[in-house]
Protein backbone atom coordinates (compact mmCIF):
# COMPACT_ATOMS: atom_id res chain seq x y z
CA UNK A 1 0.00 0.00 0.00
CA UNK A 2 1.51 3.30 -1.24
CA UNK A 3 2.43 6.32 1.32
CA UNK A 4 -1.05 8.71 2.07
CA UNK A 5 -0.69 12.32 1.75
CA UNK A 6 -3.07 14.17 3.01
CA UNK A 7 -4.87 16.65 0.32
CA UNK A 8 -3.94 19.72 2.70
CA UNK A 9 -0.45 19.25 2.79
CA UNK A 10 -0.69 18.39 -0.61
CA UNK A 11 -1.51 22.14 -1.34
CA UNK A 12 0.50 23.68 0.92
CA UNK A 13 3.55 21.71 -0.61
CA UNK A 14 2.53 22.73 -4.08
CA UNK A 15 1.75 26.32 -3.31
CA UNK A 16 5.35 26.64 -1.26
CA UNK A 17 7.20 24.87 -4.03
CA UNK A 18 6.07 27.46 -6.90
CA UNK A 19 6.76 30.63 -4.85
CA UNK A 20 10.43 29.25 -4.02
CA UNK A 21 11.26 27.98 -7.24
CA UNK A 22 9.59 31.60 -8.65
CA UNK A 23 12.06 34.11 -6.03
CA UNK A 24 15.08 31.23 -6.80
CA UNK A 25 14.50 31.97 -10.73
CA UNK A 26 13.75 35.97 -10.21
CA UNK A 27 16.68 36.85 -7.63
CA UNK A 28 19.36 34.53 -10.40
CA UNK A 29 18.00 37.04 -13.33
CA UNK A 30 17.83 40.64 -11.16
CA UNK A 31 21.11 39.43 -9.78
CA UNK A 32 22.64 38.96 -13.49
CA UNK A 33 20.76 42.14 -14.76
CA UNK A 34 21.96 44.18 -12.46
CA UNK A 35 25.55 43.32 -12.66
CA UNK A 36 24.95 43.73 -16.58
CA UNK A 37 23.83 47.05 -16.17
CA UNK A 38 26.27 47.98 -13.66
CA UNK A 39 29.18 46.90 -15.99
CA UNK A 40 27.59 48.30 -18.76
CA UNK A 41 27.31 52.15 -17.38
CA UNK A 42 30.59 51.79 -16.60
CA UNK A 43 31.82 50.81 -19.80
CA UNK A 44 29.89 53.55 -21.37
CA UNK A 45 31.82 56.16 -18.69
CA UNK A 46 35.08 54.84 -19.29
CA UNK A 47 34.81 55.33 -23.34
CA UNK A 48 32.93 58.97 -22.77
CA UNK A 49 36.45 59.48 -21.15
CA UNK A 50 38.65 57.99 -23.19
CA UNK A 51 37.16 59.33 -26.76
CA UNK A 52 37.52 63.21 -24.95
CA UNK A 53 41.05 62.88 -23.83
CA UNK A 54 41.69 61.10 -27.71
CA UNK A 55 39.58 64.44 -28.78
CA UNK A 56 41.97 66.44 -26.94
CA UNK A 57 45.22 65.02 -27.81
CA UNK A 58 44.34 65.58 -31.09
CA UNK A 59 43.63 69.55 -30.78
CA UNK A 60 46.65 70.15 -28.38
CA UNK A 61 49.02 67.61 -30.20
CA UNK A 62 52.04 70.43 -29.16
CA UNK A 63 51.17 69.86 -25.41
CA UNK A 64 50.32 65.99 -24.59
CA UNK A 65 51.78 65.83 -21.35
CA UNK A 66 49.82 68.97 -20.23
CA UNK A 67 46.29 66.93 -21.19
CA UNK A 68 47.32 63.73 -19.80
CA UNK A 69 48.13 65.74 -16.68
CA UNK A 70 45.00 67.43 -16.37
CA UNK A 71 42.45 64.32 -16.97
CA UNK A 72 44.73 62.70 -14.75
CA UNK A 73 44.26 65.03 -11.88
CA UNK A 74 40.24 64.99 -12.53
CA UNK A 75 39.98 60.99 -13.35
CA UNK A 76 42.60 59.61 -10.46
CA UNK A 77 40.40 61.05 -8.08
CA UNK A 78 37.11 59.39 -9.03
CA UNK A 79 39.41 56.16 -9.28
CA UNK A 80 39.40 56.03 -13.28
CA UNK A 81 43.14 55.22 -14.02
CA UNK A 82 44.29 55.77 -17.73
CA UNK A 83 47.76 55.57 -19.81
CA UNK A 84 48.21 56.76 -23.37
CA UNK A 85 50.50 54.46 -25.21
CA UNK A 86 52.18 54.37 -28.74
CA UNK A 87 52.07 51.65 -31.22
CA UNK A 88 54.88 49.73 -29.58
CA UNK A 89 52.88 49.64 -26.05
CA UNK A 90 55.35 52.32 -25.02
CA UNK A 91 53.45 54.13 -22.05
CA UNK A 92 53.35 58.00 -22.87
CA UNK A 93 52.46 58.83 -18.91
CA UNK A 94 53.56 56.60 -15.92
CA UNK A 95 49.81 55.26 -15.17
CA UNK A 96 49.44 53.99 -11.39
CA UNK A 97 48.08 50.51 -11.83
CA UNK A 98 47.85 48.61 -8.45
CA UNK A 99 46.80 45.53 -10.47
CA UNK A 100 48.70 43.39 -12.39
CA UNK A 101 49.94 44.03 -15.74
CA UNK A 102 48.09 44.65 -18.13
CA UNK A 103 48.42 42.25 -21.44
CA UNK A 104 46.80 42.26 -24.47
CA UNK A 105 46.64 39.18 -26.80
CA UNK A 106 47.28 39.13 -30.17
CA UNK A 107 43.74 38.69 -31.40
CA UNK A 108 43.44 42.13 -29.41
CA UNK A 109 46.12 43.60 -30.16
CA UNK A 110 44.86 42.66 -34.05
CA UNK A 111 41.66 43.90 -33.08
CA UNK A 112 43.10 47.30 -31.83
CA UNK A 113 45.01 48.02 -34.69
CA UNK A 114 42.22 47.41 -37.08
CA UNK A 115 40.33 50.76 -35.15
CA UNK A 116 38.08 48.97 -32.88
CA UNK A 117 37.76 49.50 -29.07
CA UNK A 118 38.60 46.52 -26.18
CA UNK A 119 36.39 45.98 -23.32
CA UNK A 120 36.85 43.05 -20.55
CA UNK A 121 34.90 42.92 -16.82
CA UNK A 122 37.31 40.90 -14.80
CA UNK A 123 37.47 40.56 -10.80
CA UNK A 124 40.84 40.75 -8.95
CA UNK A 125 40.24 37.92 -6.31
CA UNK A 126 43.55 39.34 -4.55
CA UNK A 127 41.97 42.84 -4.54
CA UNK A 128 38.27 41.50 -3.96
CA UNK A 129 37.20 44.26 -6.56
CA UNK A 130 35.52 43.83 -9.80
CA UNK A 131 37.24 45.79 -12.85
CA UNK A 132 36.37 47.17 -16.23
CA UNK A 133 39.47 47.78 -18.85
CA UNK A 134 38.66 49.21 -22.32
CA UNK A 135 41.05 50.02 -24.85
CA UNK A 136 40.57 52.89 -27.33
CA UNK A 137 42.65 52.94 -30.57
CA UNK A 138 44.57 56.37 -31.15
CA UNK A 139 43.95 56.60 -35.20
CA UNK A 140 45.59 59.92 -36.80
CA UNK A 141 44.87 60.52 -40.34
CA UNK A 142 43.66 56.65 -40.71
CA UNK A 143 46.81 55.27 -39.31
CA UNK A 144 46.77 53.54 -35.97
CA UNK A 145 49.69 55.69 -33.76
CA UNK A 146 48.49 54.30 -30.57
CA UNK A 147 45.85 54.18 -27.93
CA UNK A 148 44.83 54.84 -24.95
CA UNK A 149 43.75 52.21 -21.94
CA UNK A 150 41.00 53.31 -19.14
CA UNK A 151 40.33 50.98 -16.16
CA UNK A 152 38.29 51.48 -13.38
CA UNK A 153 37.12 48.87 -9.95
CA UNK A 154 33.24 48.64 -9.56
CA UNK A 155 32.86 49.72 -6.43
CA UNK A 156 30.13 48.72 -4.29
CA UNK A 157 28.85 45.92 -7.04
CA UNK A 158 28.89 43.01 -4.65
CA UNK A 159 27.65 44.91 -1.69
CA UNK A 160 24.92 45.82 -3.46
CA UNK A 161 24.01 42.69 -5.15
CA UNK A 162 24.18 41.09 -1.81
CA UNK A 163 22.16 43.61 -0.37
CA UNK A 164 19.34 43.03 -3.34
CA UNK A 165 19.82 39.22 -2.77
CA UNK A 166 18.88 39.68 1.38
CA UNK A 167 16.01 42.14 0.06
CA UNK A 168 14.81 39.18 -1.83
CA UNK A 169 15.16 37.01 1.01
CA UNK A 170 12.90 38.85 3.82
CA UNK A 171 10.73 39.22 1.00
CA UNK A 172 10.37 35.65 -0.25
CA UNK A 173 10.00 35.18 3.70
CA UNK A 174 7.04 37.11 3.75
CA UNK A 175 5.25 35.42 0.37
CA UNK A 176 6.22 31.82 2.12
CA UNK A 177 4.29 33.09 5.01
CA UNK A 178 1.21 35.19 3.02
CA UNK A 179 1.40 32.27 1.14
CA UNK A 180 1.33 29.71 4.21
CA UNK A 181 -2.01 31.45 5.39
CA UNK A 182 -3.61 31.29 1.76
CA UNK A 183 -3.01 27.80 1.27
CA UNK A 184 -3.83 26.82 4.80
CA UNK A 185 -7.39 28.78 4.66
CA UNK A 186 -7.77 27.37 0.69
CA UNK A 187 -6.66 23.86 1.55
CA UNK A 188 -9.40 23.78 4.82
CA UNK A 189 -12.58 25.10 2.59
CA UNK A 190 -11.69 22.82 -0.09
CA UNK A 191 -10.94 20.08 2.64
CA UNK A 192 -14.43 20.47 4.79
CA UNK A 193 -16.21 20.82 0.84
CA UNK A 194 -14.59 17.44 0.25
CA UNK A 195 -15.21 15.89 3.71
CA UNK A 196 -18.72 17.15 3.39
CA UNK A 197 -19.32 14.65 0.07
CA UNK A 198 -17.17 12.09 1.40
CA UNK A 199 -19.57 12.14 5.10
CA UNK A 200 -22.68 12.03 2.66
CA UNK A 201 -21.41 9.26 0.82
CA UNK A 202 -20.62 7.37 3.86
CA UNK A 203 -24.72 8.24 4.46
CA UNK A 204 -25.64 6.54 1.29
CA UNK A 205 -23.67 3.40 1.39
CA UNK A 206 -25.54 2.93 4.94
CA UNK A 207 -28.89 3.15 2.71
CA UNK A 208 -29.80 6.67 3.74
CA UNK A 209 -30.98 8.13 0.46
CA UNK A 210 -32.29 11.69 1.49
CA UNK A 211 -28.64 13.36 2.01
CA UNK A 212 -27.98 17.08 -0.41
CA UNK A 213 -24.63 18.57 0.22
CA UNK A 214 -24.10 21.86 -0.55
CA UNK A 215 -23.73 22.55 -4.01
CA UNK A 216 -22.26 25.00 -6.80
CA UNK A 217 -21.57 26.08 -10.36
CA UNK A 218 -18.29 27.30 -9.18
CA UNK A 219 -15.81 24.61 -9.41
CA UNK A 220 -15.48 20.97 -9.90
CA UNK A 221 -16.10 20.26 -6.35
CA UNK A 222 -19.16 21.93 -6.85
CA UNK A 223 -20.13 20.39 -10.08
CA UNK A 224 -19.16 17.24 -7.87
CA UNK A 225 -21.82 17.55 -5.53
CA UNK A 226 -24.43 18.52 -7.88
CA UNK A 227 -23.82 15.47 -9.52
CA UNK A 228 -23.61 13.93 -5.89
CA UNK A 229 -27.31 15.52 -4.95
CA UNK A 230 -28.58 14.18 -8.53
CA UNK A 231 -27.50 10.32 -8.00
CA UNK A 232 -29.13 10.30 -4.45
CA UNK A 233 -32.00 12.16 -5.80
CA UNK A 234 -32.36 9.11 -8.53
CA UNK A 235 -31.29 6.64 -5.67
CA UNK A 236 -34.02 8.12 -3.72
CA UNK A 237 -36.46 7.67 -6.61
CA UNK A 238 -35.70 4.39 -7.07
CA UNK A 239 -36.13 2.87 -3.45
CA UNK A 240 -39.42 4.63 -3.21
CA UNK A 241 -39.95 2.71 -6.22
CA UNK A 242 -39.21 -0.70 -4.81
CA UNK A 243 -40.92 0.13 -1.47
CA UNK A 244 -43.75 0.93 -3.83
CA UNK A 245 -43.51 -2.30 -5.97
CA UNK A 246 -43.00 -4.24 -2.59
CA UNK A 247 -45.97 -2.77 -1.28
CA UNK A 248 -48.10 -4.16 -4.55
CA UNK A 249 -46.21 -7.12 -4.35
CA UNK A 250 -47.83 -7.83 -1.23
CA UNK A 251 -50.88 -6.61 -1.65
CA UNK A 252 -51.25 -8.55 -5.15
CA UNK A 253 -50.06 -11.77 -2.76
CA UNK A 254 -53.02 -10.56 -0.50
CA UNK A 255 -55.68 -10.11 -3.70
CA UNK A 256 -54.07 -13.43 -5.21
CA UNK A 257 -54.73 -15.48 -2.29
CA UNK A 258 -58.25 -14.18 -1.64
CA UNK A 259 -59.49 -14.57 -5.34
CA UNK A 260 -57.95 -17.44 -5.99
CA UNK A 261 -59.35 -19.00 -2.77
CA UNK A 262 -63.04 -18.66 -3.80
CA UNK A 263 -63.50 -20.21 -7.10
CA UNK A 264 -61.05 -22.95 -5.64
CA UNK A 265 -62.92 -23.75 -2.71
CA UNK A 266 -66.24 -23.61 -4.56
CA UNK A 267 -65.03 -25.98 -7.13
CA UNK A 268 -63.02 -28.13 -4.51
CA UNK A 269 -67.14 -28.18 -2.57
CA UNK A 270 -68.39 -29.16 -5.45
CA UNK A 271 -66.13 -31.75 -7.03
CA UNK A 272 -66.42 -33.85 -3.27
CA UNK A 273 -69.73 -33.26 -3.13
CA UNK A 274 -70.29 -34.80 -6.83
CA UNK A 275 -67.80 -37.66 -5.89
CA UNK A 276 -69.43 -38.79 -2.68
CA UNK A 277 -73.03 -37.93 -4.36
CA UNK A 278 -74.14 -35.55 -1.55
CA UNK A 279 -75.34 -33.56 -4.13
CA UNK A 280 -79.12 -33.95 -5.91
CA UNK A 281 -79.82 -35.00 -9.37
CA UNK A 282 -81.35 -31.99 -9.88
CA UNK A 283 -79.08 -29.25 -8.64
CA UNK A 284 -75.76 -31.38 -10.49
CA UNK A 285 -76.07 -29.36 -13.52
CA UNK A 286 -76.10 -26.16 -11.69
CA UNK A 287 -73.17 -27.79 -9.72
CA UNK A 288 -71.16 -28.25 -13.13
CA UNK A 289 -71.68 -24.74 -14.24
CA UNK A 290 -70.21 -23.28 -11.46
CA UNK A 291 -67.24 -25.44 -11.61
CA UNK A 292 -66.69 -24.52 -15.32
CA UNK A 293 -67.89 -20.64 -14.51
CA UNK A 294 -65.29 -20.89 -11.40
CA UNK A 295 -62.49 -22.59 -14.17
CA UNK A 296 -62.71 -19.92 -16.38
CA UNK A 297 -62.81 -17.39 -14.29
CA UNK A 298 -59.53 -19.16 -12.85
CA UNK A 299 -57.85 -18.93 -16.64
CA UNK A 300 -58.87 -15.32 -17.16
CA UNK A 301 -57.09 -14.66 -13.62
CA UNK A 302 -54.10 -16.45 -14.62
CA UNK A 303 -53.87 -15.40 -18.31
CA UNK A 304 -53.99 -11.79 -17.05
CA UNK A 305 -51.07 -11.59 -15.29
CA UNK A 306 -49.16 -13.70 -18.07
CA UNK A 307 -50.37 -11.05 -20.37
CA UNK A 308 -49.56 -8.27 -18.34
CA UNK A 309 -45.64 -10.00 -17.81
CA UNK A 310 -45.19 -10.29 -21.67
CA UNK A 311 -46.18 -7.05 -22.51
CA UNK A 312 -44.23 -5.32 -20.04
CA UNK A 313 -40.69 -7.63 -21.18
CA UNK A 314 -42.09 -6.56 -25.35
CA UNK A 315 -42.47 -10.33 -26.26
CA UNK A 316 -45.66 -9.16 -27.90
CA UNK A 317 -45.23 -8.57 -31.98
CA UNK A 318 -47.79 -6.46 -32.87
CA UNK A 319 -49.54 -6.96 -36.94
CA UNK A 320 -50.73 -3.81 -37.74
CA UNK A 321 -53.51 -2.93 -40.56
CA UNK A 322 -55.92 -0.56 -41.41
CA UNK A 323 -59.30 -1.41 -39.88
CA UNK A 324 -62.85 0.48 -39.96
CA UNK A 325 -63.38 2.00 -36.84
CA UNK A 326 -67.23 1.37 -36.73
CA UNK A 327 -66.76 -2.21 -37.20
CA UNK A 328 -64.63 -2.63 -34.07
CA UNK A 329 -67.19 -0.31 -31.61
CA UNK A 330 -69.87 -2.72 -33.08
CA UNK A 331 -68.27 -5.77 -32.14
CA UNK A 332 -67.16 -4.48 -28.55
CA UNK A 333 -71.13 -3.55 -28.26
CA UNK A 334 -72.20 -7.14 -29.26
CA UNK A 335 -69.57 -8.85 -26.78
CA UNK A 336 -70.44 -6.55 -23.73
CA UNK A 337 -74.17 -6.02 -24.45
CA UNK A 338 -75.10 -8.34 -21.91
CA UNK A 339 -72.62 -7.61 -19.22
CA UNK A 340 -73.67 -3.77 -19.68
CA UNK A 341 -77.99 -4.77 -19.52
CA UNK A 342 -76.72 -6.73 -16.33
CA UNK A 343 -76.52 -3.55 -14.81
CA UNK A 344 -79.14 -1.94 -17.02
CA UNK A 345 -76.33 0.37 -19.31
CA UNK A 346 -76.58 1.22 -22.50
CA UNK A 347 -73.67 1.14 -25.02
CA UNK A 348 -74.12 3.36 -27.98
CA UNK A 349 -71.55 3.95 -30.61
CA UNK A 350 -71.17 7.97 -32.38
CA UNK A 351 -68.42 7.05 -35.34
CA UNK A 352 -67.91 8.30 -38.48
CA UNK A 353 -68.34 5.90 -41.34
CA UNK A 354 -65.37 6.38 -42.50
CA UNK A 355 -63.14 6.78 -40.00
CA UNK A 356 -60.01 4.12 -39.99
CA UNK A 357 -57.58 2.95 -37.37
CA UNK A 358 -53.75 1.56 -37.99
CA UNK A 359 -53.56 -1.01 -34.95
CA UNK A 360 -53.00 -4.56 -34.60
CA UNK A 361 -56.74 -6.09 -34.60
CA UNK A 362 -56.27 -8.19 -31.28
CA UNK A 363 -54.48 -6.09 -29.47
CA UNK A 364 -57.06 -3.12 -30.06
CA UNK A 365 -60.10 -4.97 -29.31
CA UNK A 366 -58.20 -5.98 -26.09
CA UNK A 367 -57.62 -2.68 -24.93
CA UNK A 368 -61.51 -1.15 -25.70
CA UNK A 369 -62.87 -4.34 -24.19
CA UNK A 370 -60.83 -3.49 -20.99
CA UNK A 371 -61.58 -0.14 -20.93
CA UNK A 372 -65.04 -0.53 -21.69
CA UNK A 373 -66.03 -2.88 -18.81
CA UNK A 374 -64.51 -0.78 -16.72
CA UNK A 375 -67.01 1.80 -17.65
CA UNK A 376 -69.82 -1.32 -17.29
CA UNK A 377 -68.10 -1.77 -13.94
CA UNK A 378 -68.33 1.62 -12.65
CA UNK A 379 -71.87 2.54 -13.94
CA UNK A 380 -75.55 1.62 -13.42
CA UNK A 381 -78.48 2.63 -14.97
CA UNK A 382 -76.18 4.85 -17.42
CA UNK A 383 -75.17 5.11 -20.96
CA UNK A 384 -71.18 4.56 -22.60
CA UNK A 385 -70.77 5.85 -25.47
CA UNK A 386 -68.42 5.00 -27.95
CA UNK A 387 -66.86 7.26 -30.00
CA UNK A 388 -64.52 7.13 -33.11
CA UNK A 389 -63.20 10.22 -35.32
CA UNK A 390 -59.99 11.20 -37.67
CA UNK A 391 -58.36 14.13 -35.98
CA UNK A 392 -55.65 15.42 -39.19
CA UNK A 393 -52.87 12.56 -39.20
CA UNK A 394 -54.95 10.38 -35.80
CA UNK A 395 -57.52 8.54 -35.16
CA UNK A 396 -59.34 9.80 -32.12
CA UNK A 397 -61.42 6.56 -29.21
CA UNK A 398 -63.04 8.05 -27.01
CA UNK A 399 -65.10 5.93 -24.54
CA UNK A 400 -67.27 7.80 -22.15
CA UNK A 401 -69.52 6.75 -19.44
CA UNK A 402 -71.99 8.18 -16.67
CA UNK A 403 -70.81 6.11 -13.82
CA UNK A 404 -69.34 6.90 -10.46
CA UNK A 405 -66.23 8.93 -11.53
CA UNK A 406 -62.58 8.75 -10.11
CA UNK A 407 -61.35 11.10 -7.06
CA UNK A 408 -58.89 13.45 -8.54
CA UNK A 409 -56.49 12.33 -6.07
CA UNK A 410 -56.87 8.67 -7.65
CA UNK A 411 -56.79 9.79 -11.50
CA UNK A 412 -52.63 9.02 -12.00
CA UNK A 413 -53.16 6.23 -10.23
CA UNK A 414 -55.31 3.79 -12.17
CA UNK A 415 -52.40 3.13 -14.18
CA UNK A 416 -50.34 1.66 -12.08
CA UNK A 417 -50.14 -2.28 -11.76
CA UNK A 418 -52.03 -3.72 -9.51
CA UNK A 419 -54.16 -0.89 -8.24
CA UNK A 420 -57.78 -1.04 -7.02
CA UNK A 421 -60.57 1.41 -6.65
CA UNK A 422 -62.30 1.31 -3.89
CA UNK A 423 -65.10 -1.29 -4.90
CA UNK A 424 -66.41 -4.66 -3.56
CA UNK A 425 -64.83 -7.02 -4.96
CA UNK A 426 -67.59 -9.22 -5.78
CA UNK A 427 -69.46 -6.76 -7.56
CA UNK A 428 -65.69 -6.91 -10.01
CA UNK A 429 -66.45 -9.06 -13.17
CA UNK A 430 -63.20 -8.56 -14.42
CA UNK A 431 -59.84 -7.00 -13.81
CA UNK A 432 -59.85 -8.47 -10.09
CA UNK A 433 -56.00 -7.58 -10.03
CA UNK A 434 -56.26 -4.63 -11.14
CA UNK A 435 -54.57 -5.18 -14.12
CA UNK A 436 -56.81 -4.36 -16.72
CA UNK A 437 -55.99 -0.17 -17.57
CA UNK A 438 -52.06 -0.92 -16.76
CA UNK A 439 -52.05 -3.27 -19.51
CA UNK A 440 -54.20 -0.63 -21.70
CA UNK A 441 -51.77 2.12 -21.16
CA UNK A 442 -48.55 -0.66 -22.46
CA UNK A 443 -50.41 -1.62 -25.36
CA UNK A 444 -51.50 1.85 -26.21
CA UNK A 445 -47.52 3.04 -26.06
CA UNK A 446 -46.73 -0.35 -28.36
CA UNK A 447 -49.14 1.31 -30.87
CA UNK A 448 -47.09 5.00 -30.45
CA UNK A 449 -50.44 6.41 -29.35
CA UNK A 450 -51.26 8.14 -25.80
CA UNK A 451 -54.41 7.42 -23.72
CA UNK A 452 -55.54 10.17 -21.16
CA UNK A 453 -58.51 10.13 -18.40
CA UNK A 454 -61.07 12.84 -17.73
CA UNK A 455 -63.09 12.38 -14.65
CA UNK A 456 -65.51 14.16 -12.33
CA UNK A 457 -66.63 12.40 -8.66
CA UNK A 458 -70.07 11.28 -9.84
CA UNK A 459 -70.69 12.55 -13.27
CA UNK A 460 -68.62 9.86 -15.10
CA UNK A 461 -65.60 9.19 -16.97
CA UNK A 462 -63.86 9.68 -20.16
CA UNK A 463 -61.16 7.52 -21.71
CA UNK A 464 -59.26 9.12 -24.63
CA UNK A 465 -57.06 7.37 -26.92
CA UNK A 466 -55.25 8.47 -29.92
CA UNK A 467 -53.18 6.18 -32.59
CA UNK A 468 -50.97 7.91 -35.41
CA UNK A 469 -52.66 6.21 -38.90
CA UNK A 470 -49.51 5.56 -40.24
Partial sequence: MGMKVKYIYQQFISHISIIIVAFLILSLVFTQYVETLVYKNKTEELISYGENILRDLDRGSERPDQVINQYARV??????????????????????????AIELTESEWSQLTNGTPIVKNYDLERYDRAVTLVVLPYVDRGNFVGGILLTSPISGTREMIT??????????????????????????????RIKKIQEATSVVSA????????????????????????????????????????????????????????PLTTISGIIEGLRNNMIPEAEKE?????????????????????????????????FKEDIELIEVLEIIQDQLGLQAEERYNQIEIEAEETAMVYADYDRLVQILINITKNSIQFTENGTIWLRGRLDG????????????????????????RFYKADISRTSNPFGEFGLGLSIVKQLVQMHDGKITVESQHGKGTKFVIELPFR
Avoid: C
Avoid at 219 to 241: H, P, T
Avoid at 305 to 310: E, R, T, V
Fill in 75 to 100: LFGRDIQFSVFDENIQLLNPIRWRGP
Fill in 163 to 192: EINKNLFYTMLIALAVSFLLSWMLARIHVH
Fill in 393 to 416: TNTVIEIEDTGLGIQPAEIEKIWH
Fill in 207 to 262: GDYTIKVPSSDFDEIGELANDFNSMVSKLNESKSEIENLENRRRQFMSDVSHELRT
Fill in 286 to 318: RGINLVSQETKRLIRLVNENLDYDKIRSNQVQL
